[in-house]
């Protein structure tokens, strides 16, 4: 099995994963609330898919030079961004392809359950065509042009967005050290 085989395998089993994981947390989290709360959970699901997306163009769209500057200035983030832009292509193939799609196939079938839960509640079933055309056109609506605003957008402040996540990633992997740490000088205490 060549490179590209082995990527695309784990690519479709993390997606598998991924989307197994988060379309039983949404089950759990839509029939264990209100119905206006699962809408929120809706229009949750499409602005991350919105989010990714503008990473993953944003990461493709960045180059490295402002990136060299900012590490040799020591700012917080500069290396991880460079390794963002560098492995540009893996990137927006996990934000775009693998978070974006599991976003657009949640959010088709909480929007899917909220026509049935709808229809069945307030017993308008000569409606469910209708309602079902309505939040199908909705959830893409909002997708699709959010997706588009967030593409220009990423395009023309690909470097800022590159180092925001960087930044982030950075706080995240330190908080995530200073916890392994504490676990192992309580260990090396006892």
């Known amino acids: ?15 598998f994963f991924l989307s197994v994981f988060f379309s039983t947390f949404f089950q ?47 700012v917080v983030g500069a290396k991880r961004a460079i390794q963002l832009v560098r492995n540009a292509d893996r990137v927006a193939n996990f934000c775009n392809d693998v978070i974006g799609d599991i976003c657009g196939t949640v959010s088709g079938s909480i929007g899917a359950a909220l026509v049935i839960d709808f229809v069945v509640n307030y017993q308008i079933p000569q409606y469910r065509n209708l309602l079902s055309i309505l939040i199908v056109g909705l959830v893409s609506a909002l997708t699709v042009g959010g997706k588009a605003a967030g ?40």
């Open 151 to 190: 593409k220009s957008f990423a395009i023309k402040k690909s470097s800022v967005i590159v180092w925001r996540v960087a930044f982030l990633l950075e706080k995240m992997g330190q908080i995530k050290n200073r916890g392994t740490k504490d676990g192992k000088n309580k260990k090396a205490r006892r």
């Open 28 to 74: 759990f989290a839509h029939t264990a609330t209100a119905y206006w709360i699962s809408a929120l959970l809706l229009l949750l699901v499409i602005f991350l898919g919105i989010v990714f997306d503008l990473i993953g163009t944003a990461t493709t769209a960045a180059s490295e030079e402002p990136f060299h500057a900012m590490a040799s200035d020591r």
């Open 1 to 15: 099995m060549s490179g590209n085989q082995r990527r695309a395998l784990r690519v479709g089993l993390l997606t």
